[in-house]
Nanobody, 125 residues
Framework: QILLQESGGGLVQAGGSLKLSCVAS????????MAWYRQAQGKERVMVAR???????????TYDESVKGRFTISRDVAKNAVYLEMDNLRPEDSAVYYC???????????????WGRGTQVTVSS
């Protein structure tokens, strides 16, 4: 069974920082990409940042415009982990943050999308 486990959420004042972590576990062949999404109360889930993990090419990183310059996504291939460093947080960043990954299992080698359970980030004004 492939699982994504997030950690690092919490309550922080505006202007503060938090770092989220996500680790993929289970038996699988490879991870094609990992990302962070967020869902604020009453709103749709949206992508915050994404990083591809291709072995033969440079990684590609994408950010939502609202977090560019404030958030940094990074990954540790050896640990099957992805991180989200969030600086200069704003109240509008408050949401449940979900880890997302495209993982190819060790039987079919076809990537499927997996989600973590989410971690709450609350930014007070």
């Amino acid at each position: 069974q492939i699982l994504l486990q997030e950690s690092g959420g919490g309550l922080v004042q505006a202007g503060g920082s938090l770092k989220l972590s996500c680790v993929a576990s289970g038996r699988f062949f490879s991870i094609a990409a990992m990302a962070w999404y967020r869902q604020a109360q009453g709103k749709e889930r949206v992508m915050v940042a994404r990083v591809t993990q291709r072995v033969t090419a440079n990684e590609v990183i994408t950010y939502d415009e609202s977090v560019k310059g404030r958030f940094t996504i990074s990954r540790d291939v050896a640990k099957n982990a992805v991180y989200l460093e969030m600086d200069n947080l704003r109240p509008e960043d408050s949401a449940v943050y979900y880890c997302n990954a495209d993982i190819a299992d060790s039987v079919t080698y076809v990537p499927n999308t997996y989600w973590g359970r989410g971690t709450q980030v609350t930014v007070s004004s």
